[in-house]
């Protein structure tokens, strides 16, 4: 990571104003866009738009020349580029030949993607942005922060400055007076411009249309006073019917500011009269600066079905910490990370697709249903591709390619670690490696890793076998996890293997671009589980689970291993995690837990994994529920704990505050006990609550099942619950 | 139409737009005029009013309306516009399920009186409220219509410290008068 990368995003976090703002807005987006969106089928609505975005992402050429022919039957001048400097060209020529002096403008990326301001400025012609969060960025000589609020970093103090500079007058830092004193600024401007800049939200190729929507009304001024209005689009704006509008204009005011509309939509088709009587001199310039080169890549096309609604932002644990200005370029956020590798080019997203925790909070809310962590990925994979990987992570992951090498060292660890560790914490490291804990402590290795205290555990014989796979961190910080996951499947009558191969799910090796390593992880673990017959292969780590049960066919598909796939698939069809397979179990009346008892509350961590891509999210509460436990849900249960595996050893100035939160949503609830289903959650977590003090128990769901086996009943060998994957599939589906 | 009514109104109302209705023409007419009063409309700059003509006034004498009503044009122009504090106009439509007016804004003046005046009033035919967008694009398509405005509410920002504030480029008040006798014939 570059030092100027790192520094910007120092500057951020530590930016109260910003992360302030940022912060509260996010807590509030969530419940203003679930009452926006009452009543609405968001999957409905959200499933039309993927449909219609991703049909015109297919026909970008052809939509693009019916738009044309539409829109210059009705009068518009349509201009095609595939050049960004030549759309700004255009607009300039355009200005000069009309002898324009001043411009205004309402909000338009793509005019900030081409640097339009910039090229009419050189051309010694005025561009005043008049949306005002974009013009008290553009008087302050920033950068939008936020796609949708620009100047949300800033203070109403620090606007009056600004503004107080622009009118030369002193002003209050009062908001109201503030807008006043921005419309009638503005008011000014407006009247007196050449010539008017848009973006568009859609175009409509059957109509020739375009649509812009905005809450200020600044659009209206800018296509109805000036007499040349000129509309810079993006190809990736066009649809193909009219009625394609109705869904986009569903999804976008709800999830960008929760609104069930803005307060203006203007639907232009060909010029409209001006005010002295003229015909409007309607120009559209229809750019493609590299969204064709997307649509041509299966893996960026679902891209192009983005609507810039910002909610991935909005969503999103890390941006909420550092804001747009660390994304250096126009577009920010996650989708921001993929339009700047494309728009500009790969090597530019180098730094910023670091900043992708991979939690898939952005995937629940994207009305366009871009597959936002998947696509960042695949980024990272070609960058290591083109790049290679760093010589650090290059020695990481030929250890851990190597099992027999990886578990010795792992196993050596535990001597090593010993002047440091205490009550299995190790809370200080010399001063080389002291940033890895310096805001949580991190685990002591275990003394005895799981595979061998598995050797020890006697088992009633069954028919019914599950192949456990541990995970390095159940494996050699955690085994007490592992005892308790088979104490629970043994009671049901289930008869627990661990495959001795079993190595790295390979995880972090994807998560960091090392797709050949992850390769190679995936095959070993695939030839140990399979090695024999059983009915599930359990985990009682989600970030494994999601490894076994959709990564390893996705990654050999990356790569182009398609003989491979069929043997993931294989495995992935028994592989379930712990808690939907042990609530499967007390369904079936097989695994009976202790009643009766009135247990103390706890409160339940959602980790990304098990909530967003296996969506095993009840099964772990009603579990707990049924063993007594009283749940106090916290605030924001399903935000990521900041881990993100290797994440919090790389970027720990961002992990540390997103740990932060969450140690306070837990301990506001009063609960003296947190429970989650993953080991790497638990790791975090526990080491905040240690380094905090907080006198507050983190365990893992399977221990406190463990804990309320009802010792009176016996093993329940039962029928047996059919393929593993079909209550995970179940709830996949949900 | 009483339940779309009701929905409008509570929609509307949610965004900030104030909202009044009345059975007949001579009804509504007559709110407006005393509306002009209160707001003290006078023949000085920003205290004019601008009125886009509407089926609202059919059969009204246009020349003594305008004689008896103080700083009242019904010649729209941009500077008339500009120095008015009040535009009226009338839209074809209203959508109930978010509350929205829907106009075929490509007669200039449409736009300047509800886009440049501080307050924008606007009359609408009861029987014209759809139950969503979909029915009001049909009504309102851009094959008849080139510049189609939907208003919700005033003009807003939230852009200075996610405070919401009314009135930005475009009226800080919304006035809709729906009238049940228009549209009616």
């Not at chain 1, 570059?2 to 976090?13: D, P």
């Not at chain 1, 905005?214 to 007499?227: C, F, I, Q, S």
């Not at chain 2, 109302?13 to 003290?40: C, G, M, Y």
């Not at chain 2, 009338?90 to 959508?95: F, L, N, P, R």
């Amino acid at each position: 990571m570059n030092t100027a990368f790192r520094e910007s995003i120092h500057s951020a976090v530590n930016n109260a104003n910003l992360t302030g703002a940022l912060g509260r807005f996010s807590e509030a987006y969530r419940v203003s866009r679930a009452k926006a969106y009452e009543g609405v089928d968001f999957e409905e609505v959200r499933g039309r738009i993927a449909e219609l975005k991703s049909y015109a992402a297919s026909h970008l050429n052809e939509l693009a020349e019916i738009f044309t022919r539409n829109a210059q039957a009705r009068g518009a001048k349509v201009f095609r580029t595939n050049d960004a400097n030549a759309a700004a060209q255009y607009v300039v020529d355009l200005a000069r030949k009309n002898g324009v002096k001043s411009v205004v403008k309402s909000k338009s990326m793509a005019s900030e993607e081409i640097h339009l301001n910039r090229h009419l400025e050189e051309a010694g012609i005025t561009a005043s942005e008049t949306d005002l969060g974009e013009w008290i960025v553009q008087l302050a000589g920033e950068r939008p922060s936020h796609m949708v609020m620009p100047a949300i970093h800033m203070t109403k103090e620090q606007v009056a400055e600004v503004f107080s500079k622009e009118v030369n007058e002193r002003l209050a830092a009062d908001i109201p007076a503030l807008v006043k004193r921005a419309r009638k600024e503005l008011r000014t401007k407006f009247l007196n411009a050449g010539m008017g800049v848009s973006g568009a939200n859609i175009a409509v190729a059957e109509t020739g249309s375009i649509v812009i929507i905005t809450n200020e009304g600044n659009a209206r001024l800018v296509t109805t006073l000036p007499k040349t209005h000129v509309a810079i689009v993006g190809v990736e704006k066009l649809v193909a019917h009219f009625s394609d509008v109705l869904p986009i204009l569903k999804a976008l005011p709800r999830s960008a500011t929760a609104q069930l509309l803005t307060s203006y939509v203007s639907i232009i088709t060909g010029p409209s009269p001006n005010t002295d009587g003229s015909l409007k001199d309607l120009h559209i310039v229809l750019m493609d600066s590299h969204r064709s080169e997307m649509a041509n890549d299966p893996m960026f096309k679902e891209a192009l079905q983005c609507i810039r609604c910002a909610s991935c932002l909005n969503v999103c644990p890390v941006f909420r910490l550092v804001g747009g200005h660390v994304f250096g370029k126009t577009y920010t956020g996650g989708i921001g990370t993929i339009l700047t590798a494309w728009f500009d080019e790969l090597k530019q997203s180098e730094e910023i697709q670091g900043l992708c925790i991979q939690c898939g909070n952005c995937v629940d809310v994207c009305p366009g249903k871009v597959p936002i962590p998947d696509m960042i990925l695949e980024l990272r994979r070609r960058l290591v591709k083109q790049q290679g990987p760093s010589l650090k992570e290059k020695a990481a992951f030929g250890i851990v390619n190597n099992r027999r090498l990886f578990h010795t060292m792992l196993r050596a660890a535990y001597t090593v670690q010993k002047p440091f560790a205490k009550d299995g914490f190790i809370r200080h490291l010399p001063i080389f490696l002291s940033d890895l804990c310096e805001f949580r402590s991190l685990p002591a290795v275990a003394e005895e890793p799981f595979r061998d205290k598995f050797l020890k555990i006697e088992q009633p014989r069954s028919q019914e076998k599950a192949a456990f796979y541990a995970g390095c961190l159940i494996d050699f910080a955690y085994p007490e996890t592992g005892t308790a996951v088979v104490q629970v499947l043994n009671k049901a009558g289930i008869e627990v293997i661990f495959p001795e191969g079993q190595t790295c799910c390979g995880a972090p090796a994807r998560f960091s671009g090392a797709y050949e390593v992850a390769a190679g992880n995936a095959k070993a673990n695939i030839d140990a589980l399979l090695a024999e017959d059983v009915a599930y292969v359990v985990s009682a780590c989600p970030t494994c689970t999601v490894a076994l049960k959709h990564d390893f066919a996705k990654t050999f598909a990356s790569l182009g291993l398609t003989e491979s796939v069929p043997r993931a698939a294989a495995l992935a069809a028994k592989v379930v995690d712990f808690s939907t397979l042990a609530k499967q179990l007390v369904d079936a009346g097989r695994l009976t837990l202790k009643e009766g008892d009135h247990l103390s509350r706890i409160t339940y961590h959602d980790s990304c994994h098990l909530k967003k891509t296996l969506k095993a999210d009840r099964a772990p509460r009603e579990l707990l529920g049924k063993a007594g436990y009283e749940l106090v849900e916290m605030f924001e249960c399903d935000m990521c704990c900041g881990m993100g595996g290797s994440y919090s050893l790389k970027l720990p100035e961002i992990s540390a505050p997103i740990l932060r939160r969450k140690l306070t949503n837990i301990k506001n609830t009063g609960a003296p006990i947190v429970a989650m289903d993953c080991p790497g959650c638990a790791m975090q977590i526990r080491g905040g609550l240690d380094k905090d003090g907080a006198p507050i128990e983190v365990r893992h769901t399977a221990e406190l099942i463990a804990d309320r086996l009802d010792s009176g009943a016996g093993p329940r060998p039962g029928r047996p619950l059919g393929p593993a994957s079909q209550a995970a599939r179940r709830n996949e589906d949900r | 139409m009483t339940a779309l009514f009701d929905t409008f109104k509570a929609r509307a109302e949610a965004v900030s737009a104030e909202v009044h209705r009345f059975a007949t023409k001579a009804e509504a007419l007559d709110f407006i005029l005393a509306f002009l009063r209160q707001e003290n409309a006078a023949d000085i700059p920003q205290s004019r009013v601008v009125w886009a003509n509407g089926s609202l006034l059919d059969g009204v004498d246009l020349g003594q309306l305008a004689a008896q009503t103080p700083g009242l044009t019904f010649n729209v122009t941009r500077d008339a516009a500009e120095t008015s504090k009040i535009g009226i106009s009338q839209v074809e439509c209203a959508i109930s399920d978010t509350g929205t007016l829907v106009t075929d804004a490509a007669p200039v003046e449409r736009r300047l009186v509800s886009a440049l005046p501080l307050i924008h009033v606007a009359v609408v035919a009861t029987d014209t409220i759809q139950p969503d967008m979909a029915a009001a694009l049909v009504r309102v398509h851009p094959g008849q219509c080139g510049y189609i405005s939907m208003i919700t509410g005033p003009s807003r920002t939230a852009d200075i410290e996610r405070v919401l504030t009314i009135g930005v480029h475009g009226p800080s008040r919304l006035v809709i008068v729906f009238v049940d006798e228009l549209g009616r014939s």
